[in-house]
């Protein structure tokens, strides 16, 4: 009944910048989720948070995001951003959208994110 879908992904040097952007989608109404957020797996590594934000906009971050990373959202339209400056190599990974409402948890299929040298 809920789709998330991931988009902004891609190849990116060292230092530079991207916008992730995820929408949800199906039998919801105006904003429904009672937080949004971003996740990453890299490849041999187990899923982390990256950072999150509620209805009530508090935010939440990695302490290896902090300062680089900014999450944003506009939840009537249950969307949210994730804009990521001054990317590092580390940062490489699939990136997953996550939305929950009363515990349950939806997911995204996933954006790759590449950071190279």
């Known amino acids: 009944q809920v789709q998330l879908v991931e988009s902004g992904g891609g190849l990116v040097q060292a230092g530079g910048s991207l916008r992730l952007s995820c929408v949800a989608s199906?039998?919801?109404?105006?904003?429904?989720?009672?937080?949004m957020g971003w996740y990453r797996q890299a490849p041999g590594k187990q899923r982390e948070l990256v950072a999150q934000?509620?209805?009530?906009?508090?935010?939440n971050y990695a302490d290896s995001v902090k300062g680089r990373f900014t999450i944003s959202g506009d939840n009537a339209k249950n969307t949210v951003y994730l804009r990521m400056n001054s990317l590092k190599l580390e940062d490489t990974a699939v990136y997953y959208c996550?939305?929950?409402?009363?515990?349950?948890?939806?997911w995204g299929q996933g954006t790759q994110v590449i950071v190279s040298s």
């Open positions: 199906g039998s919801i109404s105006s904003g429904w989720f009672h937080t």
């Open positions: 996550k939305a929950e409402r009363y515990s349950m948890n939806y």
């Open positions: 934000i509620t209805a009530g906009d508090v935010t």
